[in-house]
């Protein structure tokens, strides 16, 4: 997992080379990232720059739910939504996201 300060700056690029300068043996599996309007993003990273497979996808049971549904199902509070495909997910908070991806970690 790796947080950055702020959104809306393309990663997946300088995440690659970087993987690779370092010899990184566990790849990086989720980017977390605050949104425009202050909530929180858990972004999955794919396994190249021209793919739109994930190195791995947000829960399965999760993905299309929203809002409270979401939250129930989870048990993770403050969550926004999952995509139907599993790439993305959002929260309110830092804490939230964290533990999104945290969960997915600790299913695979």
């Not at 990273?45 to 021209?50: A, E, M, S």
């Not at 497979?53 to 549904?69: F, H, K, P, V, Y």
């Not at 999952?82 to 991806?101: D, L, P, R, Y």
Request: charged share 20%.
């Amino acid at each position: 997992m790796i947080m950055l300060a702020q959104g809306g700056c393309p990663w997946k690029e300088h995440l690659f080379a970087l993987e690779k300068e370092l010899k990184v043996e566990v790849p990086i599996k989720f980017v977390l990232y605050p949104d425009q309007n202050g909530q929180w993003r858990v972004q999955c990273v794919p396994t190249g720059l021209n793919t739109f497979q994930n190195r791995l996808s947000l829960l399965e049971e999760w993905r299309g739910i929203r809002d409270d549904a979401l939250s129930q199902l989870s048990g993770i509070p403050g969550c926004i939504f999952v995509h139907s495909s599993g790439f993305i997910g959002g929260n309110k908070t830092k804490e939230g996201v964290i533990e999104m991806a945290k969960r997915t970690l600790l299913a695979s």
